[in-house]
């Protein structure tokens, strides 16, 4: 059976009865937009809800599964009813293998949005960490060691060069880590001393 068939055959069951989409999911104990994916054909009820559908509407399980009332004085064969409930149970298993796919897709779908904002946010981490550790590295221009005039093409230099790499070697060493100061100390020492023989 087509879902689009049941789906209007639902419906119209519905409005004789004079039922709203809303009165009817609450009588069955679900949504209302599922009554509403029903009736537009776009999904078929779970087969538990098969019985329960039928009795709020007055209608036998058959008929609802041919999408159509069977009148009095006809009878199905054994064959048609196993068949229509065959049909049932395959479009049952389809809608429920559908929304697993879906329940997947949108568990992947968060797990790469997450992800993605975990990366973001360590990226702007690392970022702010650099621009902290940078600040020290950049000399203060405004000091005496660093002060600027401008050479004959207009370009900012500095005005007593050996001293600013002199502050900057300081500044450097200031940074590191004491262990490391002492040994370029030791090393520097040791230089010194073996181009003074």
């Not at 989409?21 to 209302?32: F, N, P, R, S």
């Not at 779970?46 to 019985?51: A, F, K, P, T, V």
């Amino acid at each position: 059976m087509e879902k689009e068939t049941l789906g209007a055959f639902v419906c119209e069951l519905r409005k004789e009865k004079q039922m709203t989409q809303k009165e009817m999911a609450e009588k069955l104990g679900i949504t209302d937009k599922a009554i509403s994916k029903w009736e537009r054909g776009l999904s078929y009820p779970d087969i538990s809800m098969l019985e329960p559908i039928a009795e709020l509407l007055d209608v036998s399980v058959m008929e609802f599964l041919q999408g159509q009332r069977i009148q009095k004085e006809t009878t199905l064969t054994v064959q048609e009813a196993q068949k229509m409930v065959d049909d049932s149970l395959i479009l049952s298993d389809s809608e429920i293998h559908r929304k697993h796919i879906r329940s997947k897709t949108v568990i992947l779908l968060g797990c790469v949005l997450l992800m993605f904002l975990v990366s973001l946010l360590l990226n702007i981490y690392n970022l702010m960490q650099q621009k902290q550790q940078n600040k020290g590295l950049i000399p203060q221009t405004n000091s005496e060691p660093y002060e600027t005039v401008q050479d004959e093409n207009g370009n900012p230099v500095f005005k007593n060069p050996d001293k600013a790499l002199l502050q900057m070697q300081k500044e450097s060493l200031d940074m590191l880590p004491k262990e490391w100061t002492e040994l370029i100390e030791i090393m520097g020492n040791t230089y010194r001393l073996e181009a003074s023989e």
